[in-house]
């Protein structure tokens, strides 16, 4: 996503900083406009810039004077470059002054709820007074209530630090994006500038400003958090016991205390010691003790006696001091407190003489929270109903805002109670004129996170509300604009996807053009998003005055560029998988064809590809979304200047290339890695209320960004006003209980290059290994959540090669705070004697040209090049565009990559080994082999049952004599290996070792073992497997060498299976891996299936199988040489190849097996397998 729009949608979540935030696109903006700039034109603005840019020598020693009316391309750069960073100044001016007063606001505020927090806690160690009413004590052991849990002036100051809380939440992501934003803008500007001021103006010029010092700020995090747990705590009855945590607790407020007073004059109340103060804390005391005592007669059972102590607890109360607020706080309280019904209160009111009006001033605001009796009552999705009238006729106002800028509308909304909004709507009317020319109420106040009635309703699906809403005056179509940062309601509902919602709010004015949000997306962009299909007609085309649909499609509309990545909402029905969706929106009138490309000039099928949705992929291919022609990508009309055509500086490639050259593996370490799921997927926090329930609550939604976002930004997760104070985790710090192992960090939202962690561990340690997980805030250092994975955990993979990991979270009290996801693997070095680097070539340092071969017909071994065999010619050499659209030769070395010429040449003939019951390899042409009328898997067999069933299909003693006579050449090969079933070890020993070998390794993945007809336990270690594998190879090159050989096997290992392909390229440094994308398959049209062609059955197999955007990352996290890539996803989208090749992979592809003659070479690919030949070009290289 670009960095602008997402800033302007957090800002939305942030209305009250959204002023004060950087100006980020101003600066981009003024960046371009000296970048289009010819000739410098010295305004007043720049003036001033000039004369004060010497506030850093950085910008300093550039400056000089224009002089010359046609100034030189340098004055002209130190110019722009004054006027730039003059401007970067100003934003940090106002970016630190309004942190500077946020940060101190907040300090007072906590210095108060401190000081009051230390009166509690005085207070409740003090003997509680009598009661003012004997309540019996069946009635005591009914409630069976701790009298600090309801303890009212504990949930006021609880519901104060949660509040204060949300407030330092919001101040660390206005610190966090903003840093980010400056970090962007002198990235752009040394872009556009060829400079490289960026490092230099952070260090000395940003990060010295207060406001991106952390210390304060997580210090104020680190007080505000640890205040909570313990007011959680003494609410759940773990009531502190003083000594040093008390003095711990005070220590801030001491500092408060002694200097001039200051919470006492912001609180109306003296400062704590003073004589007055006693009488303060013996009113908030009284007020405890009538609550609880209220809250405790709430939970008796109906009866005379419970009615007459009720009547002699409200005449009790009447009598005393100031009884009317007494009672009515009490009465405000009640109404919010949903374990007292209805029945009750109204029983209380009933018991009041005349009017309960005389002894309830319903109109009191809670001082701390602002709310009112009309907030507490819509707060409950049921009950209350009849305090609306009450509070509507002692004058409450509805448009009364509370602590977190909400109305009785937003909480009504938000609950789905349609009735409960009329009756306040209508009771007020549409529009009642106050004293300052406002009105009393708009239906579309926004709240602290600009909100509205009507999107909290929209939100909701809460039909009936939007309606009346609607029909009293909310807003469907608010004007948007740079002043004016707002949610739009049409955009907003398209999300949710709810027709009926939509329906009314385009009825409302049909004749409204649709607008772009803060993101630059329109409604068609959203509901294509978001996969609403049943949307699509509705949007385009639209509704006429009469509320049904009218019969003429809008082309424009549903072909309309957003301002996001300029896509028609068809790419991002297709990137997100939603055929459905895409398929009505080419009906509608959607190209998909050459006539729509985006900005880097790909296609919508060439997004399918990547994303590897089959279904995408043929919708496409069938209304002819393919490129007919080379089409040059688009580039920006913007005319360059020479400077820009002057190509960057790049040193040649090093004579040791930089990435290919070497081959990591395992010695005598074992490799664990672990992985974790994009964003924060994998923590799952519980929302614990005191006393209450929990509710599971993942932080995945508050950072994701969508498939079609083109960046990946660092942010915290927004903060949400109704929400538990839990603050969402910023890292993830991983130790172990092994001293050698350095601690990790994860920061969160996790990516795609940090989602791994990987361990190299003693063989003897794992065992005895165990991983404590931490989860910590952005700011602050007070730990969140702890996890510990046990002793025994990585010892369990005796079937598999890994697991998924769900382990308890548990907070600082010890209570299950949630839990966290994760995938583990485990690959253990090869357990036999590895080949020596020093005396067998490897294919990274190979310089031999390894030539194919063939016989005569004399059975003559005989040199020959790829030509002169089954496998057709190759011509990797030409231009091909790369994912920048520039031509490039994709057959010379770059910096991404770099191979020498090595062994990777010429013809390798695939076999395919399979695992037997026991672990033996054997070389088999499926998986199954059928045993009268049925298939039994291979791996269910041992060798000796094995041996049985082959010597009644094959005469095999004719079959070896063939292979080992001069008879033998490819073409009987081939054939042989459709039939044969042999023991790896019996066939390496058999066949020539001229024949290069592409060992196909077919291992099932964890969702074919759980589909497929094995046995128990007739699957393996995979470990052991490869081993088995290895041992065989190992064993074979030595004696050949030994044997005096002068030909040298070449081998290529590949599988279908990530795990294998881990497995081989960790174990042994000798031979090269490729990782083969078997999971999008064409069978007469693209089909989505497990990585071995099975079908998926409803169950969803490894991403990195399907997908070629996964399949990469995979390839180039791990390592491997290439990837083995689908010839007829390379033949329908062309461009593929050059994305590709650009991640310094090997490419090859492969044909179908329907092919029948040898398809026309694909341009600009290494090499091609066909019939169970892969061919490489004659000289690799990437």
Same mark, same amino acid.
């Given at each position: 996503? =670009?960095?602008?729009?997402?800033?302007?949608?957090?800002?939305?979540?942030?209305?009250?900083?959204?002023?004060?935030?950087?100006?980020?696109?101003?600066?981009?903006?003024?960046?371009?406009? +000296?970048?289009?700039?010819?000739?410098?034109?010295?305004?007043?603005?720049?003036?001033?810039?000039?004369?004060?840019?010497?506030?850093?020598?950085?910008?300093?020693?550039?400056?000089?004077?224009?002089?010359?009316?046609?100034?030189?391309?340098?004055?002209?750069?130190?110019?722009?470059?004054?006027?730039?960073?003059?401007?970067?100044?100003?934003?940090?001016?106002?970016?630190?002054?309004?942190?500077?007063?946020?940060?101190?606001?907040?300090?007072?505020?906590?210095?108060?709820?401190?000081?009051?927090?230390?009166?509690?806690?005085?207070?409740?160690?003090?003997?509680?007074?009598?009661?003012?009413?004997?309540? &019996?004590?069946?009635?005591? /052991?009914?409630?069976?209530?701790?009298? &600090?849990?309801?303890?009212?002036?504990?949930?006021?100051?609880?519901?104060?630090?949660?509040?204060?809380?949300?407030?330092?939440?919001?101040?660390?992501?206005?610190?966090?994006?903003?840093?980010?934003?400056?970090?962007?803008?002198?990235? =752009?500007?040394?872009? !556009?500038?060829?400079?490289?001021?960026?490092?230099?103006?952070?260090?000395?010029?940003?990060?010295?400003?207060?406001?991106?010092?952390?210390?304060?700020?997580?210090?104020?995090?680190?007080?505000?958090?640890?205040?909570?747990?313990?007011?959680?705590?003494?609410?759940?009855?773990?009531?502190?016991?003083?000594?040093?945590?008390?003095?711990?607790?005070?220590?801030?407020?001491?500092?408060?205390?002694?200097?001039?007073?200051?919470?006492?004059?912001? &609180?109306?109340?003296?400062?704590?010691?003073?004589?007055?103060?006693?009488?303060?804390?013996?009113?908030?005391?009284?007020?405890?003790?009538?609550?609880?005592?209220?809250?405790?007669?709430?939970?008796?059972?109906?009866?005379?006696?419970?009615?007459?102590?009720?009547?002699?607890?409200?005449?009790?109360?009447?009598?005393?001091?100031?009884?009317?607020?007494?009672?009515?706080?009490?009465?405000?309280?009640?109404?919010?407190?949903?374990?007292?019904?209805?029945?009750?209160?109204?029983?209380?009111?009933?018991?009041?003489?005349?009017?309960?009006?005389?002894?309830?001033?319903?109109?009191?605001? %809670?001082?701390?929270?602002?709310?009112?009796?009309?907030?507490?009552?819509?707060?409950?999705?049921?009950?209350?109903?009849?305090?609306?009238?009450?509070?509507?006729?002692?004058?409450?106002?509805?448009?009364?805002?509370?602590?977190?800028?909400?109305?009785?509308?937003?909480?009504?909304?938000?609950?789905?109670?349609?009735?409960?909004?009329?009756?306040?709507?209508?009771?007020?009317?549409?529009?009642?004129?106050?004293?300052?020319? !406002? *009105?009393?109420?708009?239906?579309?106040?926004?709240?602290?996170?600009?909100?509205?009635?009507?999107?909290?309703?929209?939100?909701?699906?809460?039909?009936?509300?939007?309606?009346?809403?609607?029909?009293?005056?909310?807003?469907?179509?608010?004007?948007?604009?740079?002043?004016?940062?707002?949610?739009?309601?049409?955009?907003?509902?398209?999300?949710? $996807?709810?027709?009926?919602?939509?329906?009314?709010?385009?009825?409302?004015?049909?004749?409204?053009?649709? !607008?772009?949000?803060?993101?630059?997306?329109?409604?068609?962009?959203?509901?294509?998003?978001?996969?609403?299909?049943?949307?699509?007609?509705?949007?385009?085309?639209?509704?006429?005055?009469?509320? /049904?649909?009218?019969?003429?499609?809008?082309?424009?509309?549903?072909?309309?560029?957003?301002?996001?990545?300029?896509?028609?909402?068809?790419?991002?029905?297709?990137?997100?998988?939603?055929?459905?969706?895409?398929?009505?929106?080419?009906?509608?009138?959607?190209?998909?064809?050459?006539?729509?490309?985006?900005?880097?000039?790909?296609?919508?099928?060439?997004?399918?590809?990547?994303?590897?949705?089959?279904?995408?992929?043929?919708?496409?291919?069938?209304?002819?979304?393919?490129?007919? !022609?080379?089409?040059?990508?688009?580039?920006?009309?913007?005319?360059?200047?020479?400077?820009?055509?002057?190509?960057?500086?790049?040193?040649?490639?090093?004579?040791?290339?930089?990435?290919?050259?070497?081959?990591?593996?395992?010695?005598?370490?074992?490799?664990?890695?672990?992985?974790?799921?994009?964003?924060?997927?994998?923590?799952?926090?519980?929302?614990?209320?005191?006393?209450?329930?929990?509710?599971?609550?993942?932080?995945?939604?508050?950072? *994701?960004?969508?498939?079609?976002?083109?960046?990946?930004?660092?942010?915290?997760?927004?903060?949400?006003?109704?929400?538990?104070?839990?603050?969402?985790?910023?890292?993830?710090?991983?130790? &172990?209980?092994?001293?050698?192992?350095?601690?990790?960090?994860?920061?969160?939202?996790?990516?795609?290059?940090?989602?791994?962690?990987?361990?190299?561990?003693?063989?003897?340690?794992?065992?005895?290994?165990?991983?404590?997980?931490?989860?910590?805030?952005?700011?602050?250092?007070?730990?969140?959540?702890?996890?510990?994975?046990?002793?025994?955990?990585?010892?369990?993979?005796?079937?598999?090669?890994?697991?998924?990991?769900?382990?308890?979270?548990?907070?600082?009290?010890?209570?299950?705070?949630?839990?966290?996801?994760?995938?583990?693997?485990?690959?253990?070095?090869?357990?036999?004697?590895?080949?020596?680097?020093?005396?067998?070539?490897?294919?990274?340092?190979?310089?031999? =040209?390894?030539?194919?071969?063939?016989?005569?017909?004399? $059975?003559?071994?005989?040199?020959?090049?790829?030509?002169?065999?089954?496998?057709?010619?190759?011509?990797?050499?030409?231009?091909?565009? %790369?994912?920048?659209?520039?031509?490039?030769?994709?057959?010379?070395?770059?910096?991404?990559?770099?191979?020498?010429?090595?062994?990777?040449?010429?013809?390798?003939?695939?076999?395919?080994?399979?695992?037997?019951?026991?672990? *033996?390899?054997?070389?088999?042409?499926?998986?199954?082999?059928?045993?009268? /009328?049925?298939?039994?898997?291979?791996?269910?067999?041992?060798?000796?049952?094995?041996?049985?069933?082959?010597?009644?299909?094959?005469?095999?003693?004719?079959?070896?004599?063939?292979?080992?006579?001069?008879?033998?050449?490819?073409?009987? +090969?081939?054939?042989?290996?459709?039939?044969?079933?042999?023991?790896?070890?019996?066939?390496?020993?058999?066949?020539?070792?001229?024949?290069?070998?592409?060992?196909?390794?077919?291992?099932?993945?964890?969702?074919?073992?759980?589909?497929?007809?094995?046995?128990?336990?007739?699957?393996?270690?995979?470990?052991?497997?490869?081993?088995?594998?290895?041992?065989?190879?190992?064993?074979?090159?030595?004696?050949?060498?030994?044997?005096?050989?002068?030909?040298?096997?070449?081998?290529?290992?590949?599988?279908?299976?990530? %795990?294998?392909?881990?497995?081989?390229?960790?174990?042994?440094?000798?031979?090269?891996?490729?990782?083969?994308?078997?999971?999008?398959?064409?069978?007469?049209?693209?089909?989505?299936?497990?990585?071995?062609?099975?079908?998926?059955?409803?169950?969803?197999?490894?991403?990195?199988?399907?997908?070629?955007?996964?399949?990469?990352?995979?390839?180039?996290?791990?390592?491997?040489?290439?990837?083995?890539?689908?010839?007829?996803?390379?033949?329908?989208?062309?461009?593929?190849?050059?994305?590709?090749?650009?991640?310094?992979?090997?490419?090859?592809?492969?044909?179908?097996?329907?092919?029948?003659?040898?398809?026309?070479?694909?341009?600009?690919?290494?090499?091609?397998?066909?019939?169970?030949?892969?061919?490489?070009?004659?000289?690799?290289?990437?």
């Amino acid at each position: 996503m =670009k960095f602008g729009k997402y800033l302007a949608s957090r800002q939305l979540e942030l209305p009250e900083y959204a002023r004060h935030f950087i100006n980020y696109k101003a600066l981009k903006k003024h960046i371009k406009a +000296l970048a289009r700039s010819h000739t410098y034109v010295h305004d007043e603005e720049d003036s001033e810039s000039v004369a004060h840019a010497s506030l850093h020598a950085l910008v300093a020693r550039d400056l000089s004077p224009v002089a010359s009316p046609d100034p030189s391309p340098e004055d002209r750069l130190k110019a722009n470059k004054a006027s730039f960073f003059f401007k970067v100044e100003r934003e940090l001016e106002k970016v630190n002054m309004f942190y500077l007063e946020k940060q101190s606001d907040l300090n007072i505020r906590l210095d108060i709820l401190l000081t009051k927090k230390g009166k509690i806690l005085q207070l409740l160690r003090l003997p509680r007074r009598s009661s003012a009413v004997t309540v &019996t004590a069946a009635a005591a /052991s009914a409630t069976h209530l701790a009298s &600090t849990k309801n303890t009212l002036s504990i949930n006021i100051l609880y519901k104060n630090f949660q509040k204060l809380h949300q407030d330092v939440l919001r101040l660390e992501q206005f610190v966090e994006l903003n840093e980010i934003g400056f970090t962007k803008a002198l990235k =752009k500007w040394d872009k !556009q500038s060829k400079s490289h001021t960026k490092e230099l103006f952070i260090s000395t010029a940003v990060n010295v400003q207060p406001v991106f010092h952390r210390y304060e700020i997580n210090e104020l995090s680190d007080t505000v958090s640890g205040c909570l747990l313990e007011l959680e705590a003494i609410m759940d009855g773990d009531l502190p016991k003083g000594g040093p945590a008390l003095a711990v607790v005070l220590g801030r407020a001491a500092r408060l205390a002694a200097s001039s007073g200051l919470a006492a004059s912001l &609180t109306g109340s003296p400062p704590p010691g003073s004589p007055s103060s006693d009488g303060s804390d013996t009113d908030d005391k009284e007020m405890d003790d009538m609550y609880n005592e209220f809250v405790n007669l709430s939970l008796l059972p109906p009866s005379p006696e419970t009615e007459s102590v009720l009547t002699e607890w409200i005449r009790a109360t009447i009598a005393r001091t100031y009884a009317r607020e007494k009672i009515s706080r009490v009465f405000l309280h009640a109404v919010g407190n949903a374990t007292i019904s209805d029945e009750f209160l109204q029983r209380a009111l009933a018991i009041l003489e005349d009017s309960p009006l005389s002894y309830l001033d319903l109109s009191l605001t %809670d001082e701390l929270t602002g709310e009112t009796c009309l907030h507490a009552a819509c707060k409950l999705a049921q009950a209350r109903r009849f305090v609306i009238p009450l509070a509507l006729a002692a004058g409450v106002p509805i448009g009364m805002q509370d602590g977190n800028g909400r109305t009785c509308l937003h909480y009504a909304s938000v609950n789905g109670r349609d009735e409960v909004l009329r009756e306040l709507l209508e009771a007020t009317g549409e529009v009642d004129d106050c004293s300052d020319g !406002q *009105t009393a109420y708009r239906v579309d106040i926004l709240d602290n996170e600009s909100m509205s009635p009507l999107l909290l309703a929209i939100q909701n699906n809460a039909l009936a509300c939007v309606q009346v809403l609607l029909a009293h005056g909310a807003n469907p179509f608010p004007r948007l604009d740079d002043s004016t940062l707002q949610y739009l309601p049409l955009n907003y509902a398209c999300r949710f $996807g709810d027709a009926a919602v939509v329906h009314a709010l385009i009825a409302c004015a049909p004749a409204v053009p649709h !607008q772009a949000d803060v993101e630059g997306l329109y409604p068609l962009h959203v509901a294509a998003r978001y996969g609403h299909a049943h949307l699509i007609l509705l949007l385009v085309q639209g509704v006429d005055e009469s509320g /049904s649909l009218p019969l003429k499609d809008d082309l424009s509309e549903v072909n309309r560029l957003d301002g996001l990545n300029k896509w028609p909402p068809l790419f991002y029905a297709i990137t997100n998988s939603h055929s459905d969706t895409a398929e009505q929106l080419i009906l509608h009138g959607a190209h998909c064809g050459e006539d729509m490309l985006d900005d880097d000039g790909f296609l919508a099928l060439y997004y399918a590809a990547m994303a590897g949705g089959a279904r995408e992929l043929n919708l496409l291919l069938k209304y002819g979304g393919m490129r007919r !022609q080379s089409v040059p990508t688009r580039k920006d009309s913007r005319s360059q200047s020479p400077m820009d055509l002057i190509p960057d500086f790049q040193l040649p490639p090093p004579i040791i290339p930089l990435r290919r050259y070497g081959h990591n593996f395992l010695d005598k370490k074992i490799f664990l890695q672990l992985q974790f799921y994009p964003n924060r997927e994998s923590i799952v926090l519980y929302n614990s209320v005191p006393g209450g329930a929990k509710l599971a609550s993942s932080f995945a939604s508050a950072d *994701t960004v969508h498939a079609n976002s083109r960046h990946t930004l660092h942010a915290s997760a927004p903060v949400s006003a109704a929400g538990a104070y839990k603050q969402p985790p910023g890292r993830i710090t991983l130790s &172990t209980n092994i001293l050698d192992v350095v601690p990790r960090n994860i920061l969160l939202p996790i990516t795609d290059s940090t989602n791994t962690v990987s361990f190299q561990i003693e063989a003897r340690d794992l065992a005895q290994f165990a991983v404590d997980f931490e989860l910590f805030p952005t700011f602050g250092t007070r730990l969140i959540a702890k996890a510990t994975s046990m002793v025994n955990l990585f010892t369990r993979a005796g079937k598999l090669h890994g697991y998924n990991v769900t382990v308890p979270l548990f907070d600082v009290r010890l209570r299950n705070a949630g839990e966290l996801k994760f995938d583990y693997r485990i690959v253990h070095p090869y357990s036999g004697v590895p080949l020596e680097i020093s005396k067998y070539e490897t294919y990274w340092k190979s310089t031999k =040209k390894d030539e194919i071969f063939t016989r005569d017909s004399a $059975g003559k071994v005989r040199e020959g090049s790829a030509r002169d065999t089954d496998g057709p010619a190759r011509d990797a050499d030409g231009p091909v565009r %790369d994912a920048n659209g520039t031509a490039r030769d994709l057959a010379s070395p770059s910096m991404l990559s770099f191979v020498t010429a090595s062994s990777l040449s010429g013809q390798y003939l695939r076999i395919r080994l399979v695992m037997l019951n026991d672990g *033996t390899p054997v070389v088999c042409p499926h998986w199954l082999i059928p045993v009268g /009328s049925i298939d039994v898997p291979i791996a269910n067999l041992t060798p000796a049952e094995l041996d049985r069933i082959t010597s009644d299909l094959f005469d095999y003693p004719k079959l070896m004599l063939d292979l080992h006579g001069r008879n033998f050449n490819t073409k009987l +090969l081939q054939k042989v290996l459709k039939i044969i079933y042999l023991p790896f070890k019996a066939f390496l020993q058999i066949v020539p070792p001229e024949v290069n070998l592409d060992i196909e390794v077919y291992y099932p993945t964890d969702i074919e073992l759980q589909q497929l007809p094995y046995l128990l336990n007739s699957v393996r270690n995979s470990n052991k497997f490869i081993d088995a594998i290895l041992t065989n190879i190992f064993t074979h090159i030595r004696a050949l060498k030994e044997a005096g050989t002068v030909a040298s096997r070449s081998i290529v290992f590949s599988s279908s299976n990530p %795990d294998i392909c881990t497995i081989l390229n960790w174990k042994q440094p000798n031979y090269p891996v490729f990782f083969s994308m078997g999971g999008l398959r064409f069978e007469r049209e693209f089909c989505n299936t497990t990585t071995h062609g099975f079908a998926l059955c409803g169950a969803k197999e490894d991403v990195a199988t399907y997908s070629l955007s996964a399949a990469l990352k995979f390839a180039t996290n791990n390592n491997l040489l290439g990837i083995i890539v689908a010839g007829r996803l390379l033949e329908a989208v062309p461009d593929l190849v050059a994305t590709i090749r650009s991640r310094g992979l090997i490419l090859v592809a492969t044909q179908d097996a329907d092919h029948t003659a040898a398809p026309a070479p694909l341009a600009n690919i290494n090499g091609q397998r066909f019939n169970d030949v892969l061919s490489f070009n004659e000289d690799v290289s990437v």
